[in-house]
C-alpha cells in the first residue's frame, strides 16, 4: 500500500542556514511522483517541488531541493539559506499508477526560522 | 492567471444543515480534486473529478457527501446534514493532466456547530 512517512513532528533552524526535512515513501509501483508542498499559517497550499521516480537527476527550484534516494525510497526536502518565511508546515505527498489519481500527503513537517 | 478559486473560505454550519464548498479551477485545468485535512493532520484524497464525470471517488464516506463537476460553472462538494465530525479544511486542487502537479485553492474552513 502507498504510504508517506514525515518522521520529524518539528524543526528549528537558524536563519540563513540550510535545513533538511525528511520523508520517506513506500510503493510497489515503478512509476510515481514526489511532491513538496509549503502550507503557512494562512492555510493555502504552496507547490515547492516535484521529481519523477525515473528522473536521473535530483530535483531543484531555487533554494529548494530534492535530495531522491530511489534505493531507499526517500525523498527529503533540503532548504538552504532559510528565511523567517521559511516558518511554516511542510507536507511531503507521492501519486503512483497503483494509487490512481489520488495524491497521499504525509502528516508534515513544523519548520521554525529562528532569527 | 487566476488561481484556483473556493468559496466560501469559511463555513459555519450548525449540525444536521448542508453544506455546499464551490470551486473554480485555473483556467485550462479540466481536472478536479477534493481533499480533507483535519487539525494538525496531512490532506487526506476525497474524489477526482473532470468535467460531469467522476473518476475515482475512493475517499469519499459513503453517505451524506456527494460532489460534482458540471459542464458549465464550479466544481461542487456538497455535505448533507453536517455532523460535528465534518469539521475540517476542504481544499480542492486542479491540474492540466492527471499526472501533473496539482495547484490547490485557498480552502474553506467548515465549522459545524
Known amino acids: 500500500a502507498q504510504k508517506i512517512t514525515q518522521t520529524q513532528p518539528g524543526m528549528f533552524v537558524q536563519e540563513k542556514e540550510a535545513v533538511t526535512l525528511d520523508c520517506t515513501y513506500d510503493t510497489s509501483d515503478q512509476s510515481y511522483g514526489l511532491f513538496w508542498y509549503k502550507q503557512p499559517s494562512s492555510g493555502e497550499m504552496i507547490f515547492l517541488i516535484y521529481?519523477?521516480?525515473?528522473?536521473?537527476q535530483n530535483a531543484t527550484e531555487g533554494r529548494y531541493s530534492l535530495n531522491f534516494q530511489k534505493a531507499r525510497k526517500s525523498a527529503n526536502l533540503v532548504i538552504s539559506a532559510s528565511q523567517l518565511g521559511d516558518s511554516a508546515m511542510y507536507f511531503c505527498?507521492?501519486?503512483?499508477?497503483?494509487?490512481?489519481?489520488?495524491?497521499?500527503f504525509g502528516a508534515g513537517t513544523r519548520l521554525f526560522v529562528k532569527a | 492567471n487566476a488561481g484556483v478559486m473556493q468559496n466560501p473560505r469559511h463555513l459555519v454550519r450548525r449540525r444536521g444543515q448542508e453544506a455546499r464548498l464551490r470551486c473554480s479551477p485555473m483556467?485550462?485545468?479540466?481536472?478536479v480534486y477534493w481533499y480533507r485535512q483535519l487539525p494538525e493532520e496531512g490532506l487526506k484524497f476525497m474524489v477526482y473529478?473532470?468535467?460531469?464525470?467522476?473518476?475515482?471517488e475512493s475517499g469519499m464516506p459513503k453517505e451524506r457527501f456527494s460532489a460534482e463537476f458540471p459542464k458549465e460553472g464550479p466544481s461542487i462538494l456538497r455535505i448533507q446534514q453536517v455532523v460535528r465530525g465534518d469539521s475540517a479544511a476542504y481544499f480542492c486542487?486542479?491540474?492540466?493532466?492527471?499526472?501533473?502537479?496539482?495547484?490547490f485553492g485557498p480552502g474553506t474552513r467548515l465549522t459545524v456547530t
Open positions: 483556467k485550462g485545468h479540466s481536472h
Open positions: 473529478l473532470q468535467k460531469e464525470n467522476i473518476i475515482d
Open positions: 521529481q519523477g521516480s525515473y528522473d536521473e
Open positions: 505527498a507521492m501519486r503512483d499508477h497503483t494509487g490512481g489519481f489520488k495524491t497521499i
Open positions: 486542487a486542479s491540474s492540466p493532466e492527471t499526472h501533473h502537479e496539482q495547484y
